[in-house]
């Protein structure tokens, strides 16, 4: 199913996208986008790339487009940003819902009025403690440096603002490239955008706090392939990167760097696992 918006001709004031896994979420998700953005529906569109079905609930919402694929979710989300129409674009996760703080429209708001201007929306995982952290760490919390695993990297600036959900213009991120696809978990690869994109001049202000992410515990349940990719994959391949000098100013990827990854991602639906 991939649906439109009837009588629409021009282009979208915003396009959220996401990797999805967890169908019973969509539905929920969906549905707190009026706690996040004042817009209509005509306006906006949410898009899933996902190897599974919509509910049915979803299937007549005409401004929902589910993108099939089986990949991982890094090249989930490059498909998701290639097929929205948003004159902007926010990133998503399915493991939660919005938060009613109208983040969507405050970002809009307070977005660097150029092309380059980037808001980097906050966000609650992890156990109370460090979801405290997240609170009251102030500003400190969301640059690289207050992340050990980032902070010690030679060409990792520590001042760079952590990107991990973002509202930016759509053009500019497909001129950028968008994400990296190299990286199999999106949770690392946004980081390299993060840092290409502040290495390209993005000017980024800190927003609200757009969602309350329900992570599964460490490598349990479905968020176990996503937990190895990160630590066995993703990881390494960070840290040998920003760790030679070839990464300094790094900017632009190919958009369609996605072509170059597995059409099923073995690491979840390989031999003895959920098969297409």
């Not at 990464?247 to 190919?254: E, F, L």
Request: hydrophobic share 35%.
């Amino acid at each position: 199913m991939e649906s439109s918006i009837p009588g629409r001709n021009d282009i979208l004031k915003l396009s959220i996208f996401l990797s999805g896994i967890r169908t019973e979420n969509w539905l929920p998700l969906y549905q707190s986008i009026p706690l996040t953005t004042t817009l209509p529906k005509e306006e906006y569109e949410l898009i899933i790339v996902s190897p599974y079905d919509a509910p049915p609930e979803l299937e007549a919402e005409p401004n929902v487009k589910i993108i099939k694929d089986w990949g991982h979710p890094s090249r989930c989300y490059q498909l998701g940003l290639i097929n929205s129409t948003g004159e902007f674009v926010v990133c998503a996760v399915d493991d939660g819902v919005f938060s009613p703080t109208m983040a969507i429209d405050k970002a809009l708001a307070a977005r660097p009025n150029h092309h380059k201007g980037i808001v980097t929306l906050k966000y609650l995982e992890g156990k109370k403690s460090h979801k405290a952290k997240q609170q009251t760490g102030g500003d400190a919390y969301w640059r690289l440096g207050s992340h050990p695993f980032f902070r010690d990297l030679p060409y990792v600036p520590n001042d760079y603002y952590l990107i991990m959900i973002f509202c930016m213009r759509r053009d500019y991120l497909m001129e950028i490239g968008g994400f990296d696809c190299s990286y199999e978990h999106v949770g690392i690869g946004i980081v390299d955008l993060a840092v290409r994109l502040q290495n390209d001049g993005a000017e980024v202000v800190l927003g609200d706090y757009l969602t309350n992410i329900s992570l599964l515990k460490r490598a349990s349940g479905d968020h176990g392939p996503v937990f190895l990719a990160q630590m066995e994959h993703d990881q390494p391949l960070f840290s040998s990167m920003y760790s030679h000098p070839s990464s300094a100013g790094k900017t632009k990827v190919k958009i369609s760097n996605w072509k170059q990854e597995e059409d099923v991602w073995s690491r979840r639906f390989g031999k003895g696992k959920l098969l297409p």
